[in-house]
């Protein structure tokens, strides 16, 4: 499954903002795999953070191979030595052991949050513990699909901003402007902000990675 958004949404941005316009239009329609299951996908968080897409994946796939199926239960009957032994730290392993024994005990409620508000289900998810604003936020555009995610704390955000403006540093205020700009869209501008971070548009360049380096010289 892929993040959902079309014309009406491409259309929206592109009146908004001409540079942005510009860029869709080199770039095209973005396909961005997303994951409808909120207990995995916070896990998937989890196990993913500070380390490689490629260990990521490797631990994953062994989670998978261990449990069957990653669900409440699964992982709350698991001991957490059992999850350590798979690749990730032991914190991780009590992260996520405490996410799914509160699941279970009916302490945290995962259908609540997927009928909150944007703003307070960022809240409910980054009071887990191994869960901040970031995570949550991208857990809300990858598998809530929610409509108008831009991470203030996401750097390639970030960066994309500084490479398609040319500024030399997003402050919160220039970010604010964007923000206001691009909702109730800004899920799909990130598509776009990401996509030029990584390099999709040849000969953007990052005006705030050029000011660091003229200081080193």
């Known amino acids: 499954m892929y993040f959902q958004y079309g014309e009406k949404e491409l259309t929206y941005l592109k009146q908004k903002d001409k540079r942005l316009a510009a860029v869709i ?3 095209g329609f973005i396909k961005r795999e997303t994951d409808d299951d909120l207990f995995a996908s916070v896990v998937h968080h989890i196990v993913g953070q ?30 957490a030595e059992a999850l350590q032994a798979l690749g990730m730290s032991m914190r991780k392993a009590l992260y996520i052991k405490d996410f799914a024994a509160r699941v279970v005990d009916g302490s945290f ?18 009071s887990l513990k ?3 604003v970031w995570t949550a936020e991208m857990i809300l555009l990858f ?39 691009y909702s ?3 899920s799909v501008a ?5 996509a030029i971070a990584g390099g999709a548009v040849e000969g953007m360049k990052d005006y705030g990675a050029q000011k660091k380096i003229n200081k080193k010289q």
């Not at 108008?148 to 040319?166: E, N, V």
């Open 25 to 27: 239009e080199q770039i």
């Open 184 to 186: 109730p869209y800004g």
């Open 50 to 79: 500070q380390i490689s897409s490629k260990a990521q994946a490797t631990v994953w796939a062994r989670l998978q191979n261990y449990l069957g199926i990653i669900e409440p239960q699964t992982v709350n009957a698991a001991p």
């Open 190 to 194: 990130s598509l776009y902000l990401w």
């Open 109 to 126: 409620d995962l259908e609540a949050v997927k009928h909150m508000e944007d703003q307070e289900a960022i809240a409910a998810l980054s």
């Open 130 to 132: 191994g869960i901040g």
């Open 143 to 181: 598998c809530l699909q929610r409509r108008d995610i831009l991470s203030f704390d996401d750097l390639a955000i970030q960066r994309g901003l500084r490479m398609l403006y040319h500024h030399r540093k997003i402050t919160k205020e220039l970010f604010a402007r964007y923000r206001r700009r």
